[in-house]
């Protein structure tokens, strides 16, 4: 499966962005996904991550209570909505997939994906 991640912007301390990760095939509904984002100089971590049913998410503690996920099976698309953004959450931020037979589990490694989208650039200015 091919993943295209979507809706980089710049934008200012406190507002908000939707980013959405895009798969090549209708099987993207039997994939869990995650995000990743790598600020510069830094390693890459992760942000949040959905089973593959959709009935579980999985989030990093600097950004709980701040970012949601949600799939669209219709559409093959996770989207990442991320609210009161800081300068902290700058970053290139990655979606990536991995294809399961298990309904509920999320995984919040990079080891656990073998797909990976392109990166899309969020700038959060303060």
């Known amino acids: 499966v091919q993943l295209q991640a979507s809706g980089e912007g710049s934008v200012q301390a406190g507002d908000s962005l939707r980013l959405s990760c895009a798969a090549s095939?209708?099987?993207?509904?039997?994939?869990?996904v995650a995000w990743f984002r790598q600020a510069p100089g830094k390693e890459r971590e992760f942000v949040a991550a959905v089973s593959r049913s959709g009935s579980t998410t999985d989030y990093a503690d600097s950004v709980k209570g701040r970012f949601a996920l949600s799939r669209d099976k219709d559409k093959n698309t996770v989207y990442l909505q991320m609210n009161s953004l800081t300068s902290e959450d700058t970053a290139i931020y990655y979606c990536?997939?991995?294809?399961?037979?298990?309904?509920?589990?999320?995984?919040?490694?990079?080891?656990?994906?073998?797909?990976w989208g392109q990166g899309t650039l969020v700038t959060v200015s303060s």
């Open positions: 095939r209708s099987t993207f509904n039997t994939y869990a």
């Open positions: 990536a997939g991995k294809r399961t037979i298990l309904t509920a589990p999320m995984y919040n490694s990079p080891d656990d994906y073998p797909y």
